[in-house]
């Protein structure tokens, strides 16, 4: 048996998709008050309702509460903050209940501030994008920037999914966004160069540093705006990119799951490391796809049976607005049932409408 206990995050659909295709999991969830719509969910045994501004201490006495009375086998995070709060808390958590390996607190901190990270990538020899941090933005401190830049938030409070990042194309924008950050708490600001090209994102299960799982893909549409993430993607072998996530995960002595964001540099033919996600990512369900199922690898790990070598194939899959896309350029494809069923998240609905349904009465009643 297997509790999530922020099952309110975002990519939880996903994960519970990807336990749902064991009939021997069962799955109990917490979720807040506005997620209540999971009590619906044919693959969920049972549903614990907690207030949204629960803290994390007090969500930890209510996993303890839940194993206990449930008789949970294992825990299984999913957001960063509860990640990183159970990764230096683990002691309290009962003694006889098992927790999916997590990442070390220190490289999960370092991951999630992105000035730190571009400093472990300088150091370990890592390539990623040009950096520039200052703590005194004014023009005649960065004059020598080259255009375009982004700017980068850094702080763990950052929402994530590409929000804040700005393209800068000329000193003027640079100025204002100086102007406009200059209450960060902590007065250092990240700029980091502009690199043309596509984006590479690489799944991982690791344990010690060592990865034992992994799905590659690239961005086959172009389409996402603002950095959000892709909409479109075609899984594939690279040997190159798996080498450099490789050297990445050992130097943070990485455990559990993390999604790796890399850029092909089209005019220079390199490949750069641009971040870690410590959670799970919102392409799961074509990892799924292609053949590695990460939720169910990551208990089974954490339970210390043999995982064997994982295999998957390379294929395309998209979420609905890259199907959406698609459909624009290339109408017929609606009637391409069985394409739909087998390269899109479709199957997935169908197989737990009901939650469907009443996600769709909840923002119904909202707009109300």
């Not at 199922?293 to 998957?312: D, R, T, V």
């Amino acid at each position: 048996m297997v509790l999530i206990p922020d099952a309110g995050a975002g990519v939880f659909d996903r994960i519970l998709y990807c336990l749902a295709q064991s009939k021997d999991t069962e799955i109990h969830v917490i979720v807040n008050e506005k997620k209540q719509f999971y009590r619906h969910s044919r693959f969920i045994k049972t549903v614990t309702i907690c207030p949204l501004e629960i803290t994390n201490e007090e969500l930890q006495l209510k996993i303890n509460d839940l194993c206990e009375k449930l008789g949970i086998d294992i825990i299984l995070p999913i957001q960063e903050s509860l990640i990183h709060f159970l990764s230096t808390n683990k002691e309290l958590l009962p003694k006889n209940v098992k927790i999916v390996d997590l990442p070390p607190s220190n490289s999960l901190s370092t991951v999630t501030n992105k000035i730190a990270f571009s400093k472990h990538l300088e150091n370990n020899n890592i390539s990623g994008p040009l950096s520039y941090v200052t703590s005194d933005c004014k023009l005649s401190n960065i004059e020598n920037l080259r255009f375009p830049l982004l700017f980068k938030p850094h702080a763990v409070t950052e929402t994530g999914m590409g929000k804040g990042i700005v393209l800068l194309k000329e000193k003027g924008e640079l100025q204002k966004i100086c102007n406009e950050e200059t209450n960060n708490k902590d007065g250092e600001f990240l700029f980091q160069e502009y690199i043309a090209g596509y984006d590479i994102g690489c799944g991982v299960l690791c344990k010690k540093g060592e990865i034992i799982a992994h799905t590659i893909q690239k961005d086959i549409l172009g389409d996402k705006r603002n950095f959000a993430p892709v909409n479109g993607i075609q899984m594939i072998h690279d040997s190159e990119v798996l080498s450099i996530v490789a050297r990445l995960m050992k130097s943070l002595d990485w455990n559990g799951v993390a999604q790796v964001d890399l850029i092909y540099d089209i005019a220079k033919d390199r490949i750069l490391v641009l971040e870690v996600n410590g959670r799970y990512w919102s392409t799961l369900l074509a990892s799924l796809r292609a053949g590695v199922n990460f939720p169910s690898l990551a208990i089974q790990s954490a339970l210390g049976n043999e995982l064997g070598e994982k295999h998957y194939s390379e294929m395309n899959y998209y979420n609905l607005r890259g199907f959406k896309f698609k459909m624009r350029k290339k109408p017929w494809i609606v009637l391409a049932f069985r394409h739909i069923w087998n390269h899109t998240p479709i199957r997935y609905f169908f197989k737990d409408p009901m939650v469907l349904f009443a996600k769709l009465i909840s923002r119904a009643n909202s707009v109300v």
